[in-house]
């Protein structure tokens, strides 16, 4: 799982945050709805916080367009809503002093999760570069090809990059260099990769989890 819970961790950590942790002065709080539920549907007085509250902190720009409703899981019960923050202004890093690491990693992935999904899309430019090569000895022509992707808009991305070093991003994901058709290139160095197909991977608790 993301957070690399087990199933059991997971409906501990969260029972203990339903049923309320000690938060400064607001007192024993409790952070998340009931867990024990497999609705998608979320309280539309939820939903209109959550978006005043996106608008409020980012701009409207990254308020999502329409608001957004899931539709009903075929065969969930839905006696109760879906898991998300009991208030959406009680931020994560506003809190985590109040909270232990496994409580705090849960609830920021809940919190996340809920504010993401009424804002905006991330907007990219995607780009392809391909390079015509022809061997001097063989004659033997290849096409080399690369992609990469700027963010021009980061939307819902700005949750989950917001204290991320732009310096480190960029060496993860190094943008590709200005080039106008026709420029003749120098190869510096060729390094072949063999790549196999690999089998599914074996169920884990989590996936087997959402696969039942």
Not at 11 to 23: F, K, V
Not at 49 to 75: C, H, L, N, W
Not at 103 to 120: N, P
Request: hydrophobic letters at 35%.
């Amino acid at each position: 799982s993301k957070l690399h819970f087990t199933a059991k961790q997971t409906m501990a950590i969260a029972q203990q945050l339903y049923e309320g942790l000690p938060i400064g002065k607001e007192g024993n709080a409790g952070l998340i709805t009931y867990m024990r539920t497999d609705s998608t549907h979320v309280a539309s007085s939820a939903t209109a916080e959550t978006r005043q509250f996106i608008q409020d902190k980012y701009g409207a720009q990254f308020v999502s367009p329409r608001t957004r409703f899931f539709k009903k899981v075929k065969g969930a019960q839905e006696a109760h809503e879906a898991i998300r923050p009991t208030k959406i202004r009680r931020e994560p890093s506003l809190i985590k002093s109040y909270l232990n690491p496994a409580q705090f990693r849960l609830y920021q992935l809940i919190w996340q999760r809920m504010v993401a999904s009424q804002m905006s899309a991330a907007l990219l430019n995607n780009t392809t570069i391909d390079v015509k090569a022809k061997c001097p000895e063989t004659k033997e022509k290849y096409l080399f090809r690369t992609s990469a992707s700027v963010i021009i808009f980061p939307g819902f991305t700005i949750l989950y990059t917001e204290g991320r070093d732009e310096t480190e991003e960029q060496k993860k994901n190094p943008p590709l260099p200005q080039l106008e058709k026709g420029d003749e290139l120098e190869l510096l160095g060729l390094s072949p990769e063999q790549h196999f197909t690999q089998p599914l991977p074996r169920f884990t608790e989590a996936t087997l989890v959402k696969m039942l």
